[in-house]
Every structure is written in structure tokens, then in C-alpha cells.
């Protein structure tokens, strides 16, 4: 009977004052989404199998969570928000124009039994911006990152972007196969140098487009940084891709959110939908991101509507992880008052604790069952704001002295 006591392992129960403080961050998270214009939209915990297939650059199946319905369809507890917004999308707005906002909040869950203590549930707030390709577009979801880690409380934390359409050319370039060029944009995305120089090793490529790919995973650092890289390739489809960073730093200067800001050509994004800009939030104390976002102009396309997509996502566990470990996060506190009665009072002590409810205070009722000093204390410590004590010979109040 003991194991029912426990949850499987991946998954956890939120009590007290951690769950009053995730439920804080969410708020603020999602009140720093509505004042960039995006409104809200729910999907549903589990889809049809095929949304996430292998395809559409997402989640592996080994990595799923897999049932079979009364129908026999394929279903999977969702891994990643962002193919459900692309069905929606193509869905319900198939024939809108103009940008859409979107926003989610959400648990996914994805199958992480090679992590021990790995969350395999955990909580996304996010919000994808659809219909507008722009390099505005890009400026305006790494800001709302960058301002969205700021209301949750961070100080510190680094926004590194990358930009996969330099990798993409190289790899255009060198003739590599579609199957090779994947294992190798995972081998340079894990920084796995050694894995690269094997990949590339029989391969008859030029030899300034072998060094490009040898060196990428240290292309890392400032803007300026950047530019000096372009001047290491003459493909034109590469340097349009450290064009368009170079631009982009530009209007994130504008927003006054460049100070957070650093490139790295060697960060090719986790999911394989990505087409353009993509980026993570790192802060200290976490050991992985606590955000992440990129550009996937393809993706909605494959439910039927061409439309080019961007979007971010803040990984709330973790961002509270790394809020907790920093000492900048701490429970809400909220105004409380007690309502307690001895014997024979109870129908005064509850037309008293209605009336306090009804004017938006927040009331606990409970029978007399411990000294006068106890509740004294109580008042003291700030545990309850005010103490009403319903009594035989009448009513009375404690609270805090000034």
C-alpha cells in the first residue's frame, strides 16, 4: 500500500508554498504575455499520434507517450505545444491574413527514462506569433522572452540566438544527403566536435566549406563577432543569414533588451521544424534553459496553410528552479482572516465569516480549540492578518499592533 503513497517516477505532486509559487509565476508569465497582444488558446492534453510524428521535426516516438483508443487510433499525451497551435491555426484561421497572436499554457509530457530525476511532465507558458515573417516579428518574440524572464523576477540570465539558415547553406553547399546533414546538425548542436570531424571526415566537400562545418560549433559570441564571420564565406544564402542577426540586433538595441543578448551559429535548435532564428534563455543554477523559441515558417504548411511562424516557450519548472536556487522568488502572501467560535455560536460565527467573504476578504472558519495566546500568536507571525473571535458574551477582535 505504500507505493500508492508515492508518484511515479518523472512526475510529482506541488504543495504549499511551492505551488503557491508556481501559480505566482505563471501569472506574472502569462500578464507579461496578454500586454504584448497575445490571447490566450487551449489544446487539448492528448492528439492523434501523427501530429508529432517524426516528420514534423518534433519529439521521437521512443519519446512518447503512447495508447490506443476504442478505435484503434494511435493517440500520445502531447510532448510539445507548438504542433497543436500549427493544427489550430490551420484550422480555425485558415483563411486569416493578418499576424495572429497566440498564446498556451500547458503541461507536456515527454518519455525521459535515460535522465534519472528528469521531469518527464512538466509546465510550458508560451505564445506563437503566425502570418508575419518579418525580422520585426523575430525582434518583437526574443523581446517579449526577455521581458517575460524580467516580470518573473530573473536578474541575471543570457538570451543566445542562432540561425540555422547558415548551417542550412553550408550543408546545401557541401552536397551532404538530408539523412547526413541531420546527424550532423545534432552533433553540432550537442557541440560533439569530435562526432563532427568523423562525420565530415569522408566526405570530398571544398576544403573552406569542410572548416566552416568543423569550426561552427565555436561560432559563438558578439554581434560583432558575427559580422567577422561573414567575411569567412562567400555563400550568399549564409551571409543573408548573419545579415538578417546583424538587422535583428539592430531592433533588439530599440527595445533595450541587447544587454541580454548573444549568437552562436553553432545552435541549430532542438526540434528539426526550425527555419530560421532560434534561441534559448540561460540563467544560473539550472544546468538547461529555461526558455526557448525559434522561427518555423514550414510547419503550419503541413497542416494545409502556408504561413510563416515564430514563436517562444518558458519551461516553467525549471525557470522556478532557477528563481528558488537564486533566492528570488517567494511565496504570495495573502491577506487571510480567521473566524473562531466556541460552542453555541456557530450561527453567528457563520453569518460573520459570509459577510467577510462577501466583501473580498479571504476567510477561514474554525471552532475554538486552542488558547487566546496561541492565536495572539498567530496574528504576530503574520499566519492569519486578524482573528475574529465569536463568543458568548460576544465578539472579539485581534490584530496585529502597530
Known sequence: MDILLHTPEGVRDLHDAECAKKQFLERKLGECLHRFGFHDIVTPTFEYFDIFRKERGTVLPKDMFRFIDREGNTLVLRPDMTPQIARCVAKYYKEEKNALRLSYHGNTFVENSGYRGKLKETTQIGAELINDGSVIADAEMVALMAECLKAAGLKEFQIEIGHVGFFTALAEESGLSKEEANELRIQIENKNIFAVEQLLSGQELKPEIKELLLRLPEFFGSISKMKEIKDMTENTKAREAIDHLILLHGYLEQYGVSGYISYDLGMLGQYGYYTGINFRALTYKTGESVAAG???????????????????????????????????????????????????????????????RKSGVNALLSEMGQEMTEYETMVQNGSVDRVYMVLTQGEKLLQKQA
Open 294 to 356: 525559434g522561427r518555423y515558417d514550414h510547419l503550419v504548411g503541413q497542416f494545409g496553410k502556408e504561413a510563416p511562424a515564430i514563436g517562444i516557450a518558458m519551461y516553467v519548472d525549471t525557470l522556478l528552479l532557477g528563481l528558488n536556487r537564486q533566492g528570488l522568488i517567494e511565496a504570495p502572501k495573502e491577506a487571510k482572516e480567521l473566524v473562531v467560535y466556541e460552542k453555541g455560536c456557530e450561527a453567528l460565527a457563520v453569518q460573520k465569516v459570509c459577510a467577510l
